[in-house]
């Protein structure tokens, strides 16, 4: 009998989640609304396996900007309290933290190097053989190139894929340049309310 396929999940957490407050949310809608449980995500994936695959969750990492204690302590708790719900649930959280320009709070913190860094892990894990299929969950364009070297090195595995949220006011996923198309978990309103984590980390 053949194993299961070993299915990784790369979240880029800050995409995912302004991606679903575009796709299924208002701009003043709470900003809890868009957060989601990212082991449930996973599993709600890896149920959907396309027809004729067998598959199995191998790993969930989640890619995320962290604030400095220092310049925003609330801000920072309210984040290492997600992190301990995401880790105990077991994801694997990689974090990088967030970069303050001269004039902030005037200008915002920004993240940097999340897309470098999910990248450069998707690539290693597909060449050490880290996972049979790698699901990129994020519709950062900047991700290509690693998708692409993917999908162009190995012929049958491992395999790449990406997930993207689906509704009239969002239909984007990352796609490759040539003639190889990458399999798109779309997940729609539906799909959100299942995974959808309305708490208030600031509050608890």
């Given at each position: 009998m053949s194993m299961p396929d070993r299915i990784s999940l790369f979240i880029d957490a800050q995409n995912m989640y302004h991606c679903a407050r575009s796709a299924f949310f208002a701009d003043n809608d709470h900003f809890c609304c868009g957060q989601f449980d990212p082991m449930a995500l996973a599993n709600l994936i890896v149920a959907r396996a396309p027809a004729g695959f067998e598959r199995a969750l191998h790993e969930v990492r989640i890619y995320t900007g962290r604030p400095d204690s220092s310049k925003q302590p609330r801000a920072y708790a309210a984040h290492m309290r997600q992190c301990a719900v995401w880790e105990k649930a077991g994801a694997f959280v990689v974090p990088r933290t967030l970069r303050y320009p001269p004039n902030w709070p005037e200008s915002r913190a920004e993240e940097k190097g999340i897309d470098v860094a999910l990248a450069v892990d998707f690539v290693s894990g597909a060449i050490d053989g880290a996972f049979d299929v790698g699901i990129i969950c994020s519709t950062d364009t900047d991700l290509r190139p690693a998708l692409e070297y993917v999908s162009q090195k190995f012929a049958t595995y491992p395999r790449a894929e990406v997930a993207a949220w689906k509704s009239p006011q969002a239909n984007r996923a990352?796609?490759?340049?040539?003639?190889?198309?990458?399999?798109?978990?779309?997940?729609d309103l539906g799909d959100y309310q299942l995974i959808e984590d309305s708490t208030d980390y600031t509050r608890t």
């Open positions: 990352i796609s490759i340049r040539g003639t190889r198309r990458l399999w798109c978990h779309y997940l």
